[in-house]
């Protein structure tokens, strides 16, 4: 079993930045990827970023050269930096890793104010 627990989401103004954190119980050197999700009231829930265990990386259209998503195995943990927010970023953040299963967080309220 891995908990994982995200912080770092907040309210910020358009243009704001924030730095989201997922604490992994364990170590997160064997996860074959790792992942922020975001769930807007009413919206099912996407992917914004995923990192795979050599380091590669995926992002939505949306998030492209705004979001940076990096992770530190000697620290258990998964980060992603969020730069330029606007108000379509509004959402509640989850972390994900991904080995013989998904383990999800229990989420981090991210709201943008115009």
């Known amino acids: 079993q891995v908990q994982l627990v995200e912080s770092g989401g907040g309210f910020v103004q358009a243009g704001g930045s924030l730095r989201l954190s997922c604490a992994a119980s364990r170590s997160i050197f064997s996860f074959v990827t790792m992942g922020w999700y975001r769930q807007a009231p009413g919206k099912q829930r996407e992917l914004v970023a995923l990192i795979t265990g050599g380091g590669s990386t995926n992002y939505a259209d949306s998030v492209k050269g705004r979001f940076t998503i990096s992770r530190d195995n000697a620290k258990n943990t998964l980060y992603l930096q969020m730069n330029s927010l606007t108000p379509e970023d509004t959402a509640v953040y989850y972390c994900?890793?991904?080995?013989?299963?998904?383990?999800w967080g229990q989420g981090t309220q991210v709201t943008v104010s115009s």
């Open positions: 994900r890793a991904t080995a013989s299963y998904n383990y």
